[in-house]
């Protein structure tokens, strides 16, 4: 699976910084651009990068703790036997 | 009587012979088969002391922690909940934590890429059809838990046995002591936040400990800096001071300073720090405590008190012990920090650089005499350490503790009963236990 | 952090064209080499007033556990500052520093001497060292990243200060009671 790029590289934002752990290490930048804003957040180990809008954000902070845990599984999607399982393996329901 | 082991596993007579109420067998510092004993039977099985509770504020805090030679992971949850856990990956068993500290809410294995929630939870493995989907993983284990872990006033324990005494009951009258510590924070709460010094010495964990209420050895260790410094430390262990050494049951022990600070009748006087160079704190206690009871609380001072295992408050700094083989231990060594009081901290974080740690001005003298003792028992004779020190003079305090003077190997001898009890737990004479530990909590 | 504390934290000096007045004769690497090497073969041969005199009385001796840390508020292996200098040479001028009874057995290696730029009265010089240490208990490798201020005096070369990073100063080290 591959993560999507973004569309537009070149909108300037203010770089919020990089937050990292052992684990992952991710650059977060905020960009104002186009019609809105929205967060740039790039995976510096193996670079990828995700933007998000408002209401995606707003639904990260609404998701419960159970989904949390389940997006951590590696095998949810980025390391998952390709086409030996379900396409995406279904969440539970909360 | 049997009086060398060999290398076979020491036998609850074996051990009986070994340690009596006036002396101790230099076997017990230096056989590879009594330390594994020791492992299971006392650091896999009592509670240990294992980190604070300030070392992780926030939920998703995590920092890596020991008991003995076990590595351990200590998490903050997102309730706030405190957890121990196995540094070892429930696949391969590899090291799953590698960082000292940090904050994750969740641990990925580097090296197949498991990964666990901060309360030890499998939350999933790459590529998992391998273990028939996401409904194989729950055949899977997680991390291992330590299974009872219990915090007071802010001090995490953990015992790596399902059942046995609580925490309470193994801390006993040394509870009131953390107490005691807490209550010199004007919000009543000690922080251990200056990172720790790690100081490695090669010689049993038991030298440590006996020597951490050893009101005995400062005059002669500690002279040198005693001598110039004018430090008046010296004289609180003397033969004409009114300290006194306590047991306090469980293997507890403390020179009890009190007496002598209170005769100083200085608040902070026991810190050595006059009133004019922490004002804030000063007054702060005062404000919140009343100035009668601050000024007593600030005359009294901290404790010395060493909570057996491996937990050793020094008036202003902490000690963790670790043992890694029979003849080598780390302690772990920071200041000790109080909440609402910044003017004080950065006083007890230079005060504690200078006496602690590998180039300490006190400590690599201790450490000098632990590495020689070490040696030295290695010796075959005459086999023995004594422990007569204060024998016959000893008394019984107001609570019903044994005391001895400040000098005197009271705590030693409480120290070395207690561990008879944990290494042989039925005692075929049990007489010593009551002459030699007095009243429990 | 105090600015003197900070400038330790960090390490990296001023620019060297900045606060430098132009009336003291600049520090090369070859003095600056010369003073290293003349201060580790004092400490080597625990010559001990000769090394304290080496200070200058702002000094600060700082061998820290994290580099990064704030000194004020973390712990360190040592921070001294002119007072307590002087109190660790007293202490093993007493023949009752245990730890250093006998006195270690030392010989150490200094290298890689660059001179990194001009603070104020102060050039900045770093250097590598590498010191064997004997005793009874058998005998240690010790190894670091050394920074010195050095400053011009009447006197002639004297440190402001010096930072000791051990490679391994975050893990369990043995009594280092010698001075690094
Ligand atoms: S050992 Fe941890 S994932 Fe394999
Ligand atoms: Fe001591």
Redesign the pocket.
């Known amino acids: 699976m591959t993560v999507a790029k973004g569309d537009d590289e070149a909108t300037p934002g203010i770089e919020l910084g990089v937050v990292a752990s052992e684990f992952a290490t991710v650059k977060v930048t905020l960009e104002q651009g186009g019609s809105g804003a929205r967060l740039r957040v790039e995976d510096l180990r193996a670079d990828a990068v995700r933007y998000l809008d408002a209401l995606e954000l707003e639904s990260l902070v609404w998701a419960p703790e159970d989904w949390w845990r389940r997006l951590l599984d590696p095998s949810l999607h980025r390391w998952r036997d390709a086409g030996r399982g379900p396409e995406i393996e279904s969440l539970p329901p909360g | 009587m049997t009086t060398t082991l060999g290398s076979s596993r020491p036998t609850p007579e074996g051990l009986r012979g070994l340690v009596q109420p006036d002396r101790v067998h230099g076997s017990l510092y230096t056989d590879p088969a009594i330390f594994a004993a020791e492992l299971e039977r006392i650091w896999y099985s009592t509670w240990v002391y294992v980190g604070h509770v300030s070392e992780i504020p926030r939920p998703k805090d995590y920092v890596r922690k020991t008991i003995g030679p076990q590595q351990i992971v200590m998490t903050r949850d997102t309730d706030g909940g405190v957890h121990l856990l196995q540094n070892r990956?429930?696949?391969?068993?590899?090291l799953?934590c590698e960082a000292d500290r940090g904050h994750s809410g969740s641990f990925r294995?580097?090296?197949?890429?498991?990964t666990f929630s901060n309360t030890g939870d499998l939350l999933g493995?790459?590529f998992n059809q391998g273990y028939g989907g996401r409904e194989g993983l729950k055949e899977l284990g997680g991390l291992a838990t330590v299974p009872r872990v219990g915090i007071y006033r802010g001090f995490v324990f953990g015992s790596l046995a399902a059942e046995g005494p609580t925490l309470e009951e193994h801390l006993g009258a040394a509870a009131e002591r953390l107490d005691r510590l807490a209550r010199l924070s004007p919000e009543g709460e000690v922080e251990l936040t200056a990172g720790f010094v790690q100081h490695e010495v090669e010689a049993n964990w038991k030298m440590l400990v006996e020597n951490e209420t050893d009101g005995y050895h400062p005059q002669f260790v500690h002279s040198s800096i005693f001598s110039i410094s004018g430090s008046s430390i010296g004289d609180l262990y003397s033969d004409k001071s009114t300290a006194v050494t306590r047991a306090l049951g469980g293997g507890h022990s403390e020179n009890d300073l009190a007496p002598e600070f209170r005769r100083l009748g200085v608040p902070m006087g026991w810190a050595g720090t006059p009133e004019s160079k922490i004002p804030d704190y000063v007054a702060q206690m005062r404000d919140v405590y009343g100035t009668e009871t601050g000024d007593e609380i600030m005359i009294n001072g901290s404790p010395h008190i060493m909570i057996f295992p491996n937990l050793f408050v020094a008036e202003i700094q902490l000690f963790s012990i670790q043992p890694l083989a029979v003849n080598r231990t780390v302690q772990h060594v920071t200041a000790i920090q109080f909440k609402g009081a910044p003017d004080l901290n950065r006083r007890l974080v230079t005060q504690c650089v200078g006496s602690v740690g590998p180039a300490g001005m006190l400590l690599a003298d201790d450490a000098e005499m632990y590495e020689r003792n070490q040696r030295g028992v290695e010796q075959l004779r005459p086999e023995w350490l004594d422990l007569r020190r204060g024998l016959g003079r000893e008394t019984t305090d107001d609570d019903g503790y044994t005391i001895g003077t400040a000098t005197d190997e009271t705590s030693m001898r409480s120290m070395w009963s207690h561990y008879l009890t944990l290494m042989d737990p039925q005692p075929a004479t049990a007489p010593q236990e009551s002459t030699v530990e007095g009243a429990q909590a | 952090m105090t600015v003197a504390a900070q400038q330790i934290v960090d390490g990296t000096p001023a620019p060297t064209a900045g606060n430098d007045t132009g009336t003291v004769t600049p520090i090369g690497v070859d003095e600056a080499a010369q003073f290293l090497y003349r201060e580790a073969r004092l400490a080597d041969a625990h010559e001990l007033d000769a090394w304290e005199a080496l200070w200058t009385d702002d000094a600060l001796y700082y061998v820290p556990i994290d580099d990064t840390a704030d000194p004020m508020t973390s712990m360190s292996i040592i921070f001294d500052n002119r007072g307590r200098i002087a109190t660790r040479i007293k202490q093993l001028h007493t023949g009752r520093r245990h730890a250093q009874r006998p006195p270690s057995r030392l010989c150490r290696t200094v290298g890689n001497v660059e001179v990194l730029g001009v603070e104020g009265t102060d050039t900045v010089v770093t250097s590598v060292v590498q010191i064997v240490e004997s005793r009874e208990r058998g005998t240690r490798f010790w190894a670091g990243r050394v920074t010195h201020k050095l400053r011009r005096t009447d006197d002639g070369l004297r440190m402001s200060t010096k930072k000791v990073v051990l490679v391994d100063s975050d893990r369990p080290l043995l009594s280092l009671s010698f001075l690094v």
């Open positions: 990956c429930a696949h391969r068993g590899n799953v294995c580097p090296y197949h890429g498991w493995a790459p």
